[in-house]
Nanobody
Framework: QVQLRESGGGLVQAGGSLRLSCAAS????????MAWFRQAPGKEREFVAA????????RYADSVRGRFTISRDDVIATVYLQMDSLKPEDTAVYFC???????????????????WGQGTQVTVSS
């Protein structure tokens, strides 16, 4: 079972940037579709961004498209989420997810079967 560890969260002012990292401890990382989700207080977990296991396809939630960028480095088994132009409504715990050879629709919609990290807090002040 893949293990995931997120880092890079913190407190930032609106309009600022953060880069989240998710390190995976598994062989064959290149065969995992990866995604970021987030959960704000009192709200359900929601999809943020995903990248295919071949790295050629990405998908974003409408709320972050144009501001966030997902990328991956299969050599060091890490996926990133570059977050720019942050807004207070981006405040949440951000979770990394992994799914072996899954399509993007699968990792997004069938998320109960994903592997998950412990999350990292992102707080955007106004």
């Amino acid at each position: 079972q893949v293990q995931l560890r997120e880092s890079g969260g913190g407190l930032v002012q609106a309009g600022g940037s953060l880069r989240l990292s998710c390190a995976a401890s598994t062989l064959g990382f290149g065969s995992y579709a990866m995604a970021w989700f987030r959960q704000a207080p009192g709200k359900e977990r929601e999809f943020v961004a995903a990248i295919s296991w071949k790295g050629g396809v990405t998908r974003y939630a409408d709320s972050v498209r144009g501001r966030f960028t997902i990328s991956r480095d299969d050599v060091i088994a890490t996926v990133y989420l570059q977050m720019d132009s942050l807004k207070p409504e981006d405040t949440a715990v951000y979770f990394c997810a992994a799914r072996y050879r899954a399509t993007i629709p699968t990792i997004v919609s069938d998320d109960d079967n994903n592997a998950w990290g412990q999350g990292t807090q992102v707080t955007v002040s106004s």
